[in-house]
């Protein structure tokens, strides 16, 4: 059983960035779906990007349009460890931030969440 664990969160000032970690206790190699997802108090949890891994392929990384240009998600197989930088954050940013990973047998897992708040 793989278990997710995010960190990296806090308080930041509008503008300012944040690089949050999911360290995955086991092999993140064999996931083909990576993702970060975010929920905002009283809103529903969304994706905010993914990485996919297929062996035939390159990987595919997709990005929510709020923040296309500003996030970046990256992965480090040999951590077992995906990372979001966020730049340029906005106040609208202020979320609980999940990874979550997904096997080639659809076997699905979500860290707990770092709480990522922007406000000056």
């Known amino acids: 059983q793989v278990q997710l664990v995010e960190s990296g969160g806090g308080l930041v000032q509008p503008g300012g960035s944040l690089r949050l970690s999911c360290a995955a206790s086991?092999?993140?190699?064999?996931?083909?779906?990576l993702g970060w997802y975010r929920q905002a108090p009283g809103k529903q949890r969304e994706l905010v990007t993914s990485?996919?891994?297929?062996?035939?392929?390159?990987?595919?990384?997709n990005y929510a349009d709020s923040v296309k240009g500003r996030f970046t998600i990256s992965r480090d197989n040999a951590k077992n460890t995906m990372y979001l930088q966020m730049n340029s954050l906005k106040p609208e940013d202020t979320a609980r931030y999940y990874c979550?990973?997904?096997?080639?047998?659809?076997?699905?897992?979500w860290g707990k969440g770092t709480l990522v708040t922007v406000s000056s």
């Open positions: 086991g092999s993140i190699f064999g996931f083909v779906f």
């Open positions: 990485i996919t891994s297929d062996p035939t392929s390159d990987s595919v990384i």
């Open positions: 979550y990973a997904r096997t080639s047998n659809n076997a699905n897992y």
